[in-house]
């Protein structure tokens, strides 16, 4: 499966934005899908996950602000980020999970800044 993110950008503190992550190459309507983040010199670390069922999992960092969801007749996944924070600012990566209990399947990235 080929992932495809976008819909970072630049928005102000208390903004929102919607990233999408378009599947290719395989219905993905049955495989837990997630979000991951990365900030400049950290770690990736979790953002959302959501599972075949639709149930969802948040970071505590985004509880009540993110919204994961999915359009399994589109095959796309999306996050809306909501009262953005600075600390909000990453490169935004969607995931698949394919095999097992672990994210092996990546999408390219997309750039979202939170600016003061």
């Known amino acids: 499966v080929q992932l495809q993110a976008s819909g970072g950008g630049l928005v102000q503190a208390g903004g929102s934005l919607r990233l999408s992550c378009a599947a290719s190459?395989?219905?993905?309507?049955?495989?837990?899908m997630g979000w991951f983040r990365q900030a400049l010199g950290k770690e990736r670390e979790f953002v959302a996950t959501?599972?075949?069922?639709?149930?969802?999992t948040y970071a505590d960092s985004v509880k009540g602000r993110f919204t994961i969801s999915r359009d399994n007749a589109k095959n796309t996944l999306y996050l809306q980020m909501t009262c953005m924070k600075p600390e909000d600012t990453a490169v935004y990566y969607c995931?698949?999970?394919?095999?097992?209990?672990?994210?092996?399947?990546w999408g390219q990235g997309t750039l979202v800044t939170v600016s003061s």
């Open positions: 959501i599972g075949w069922s639709g149930g969802s």
């Open positions: 995931a698949a999970q394919l095999i097992g209990s672990s994210f092996n399947a």
């Open positions: 190459g395989r219905r993905i309507s049955g495989y837990t």
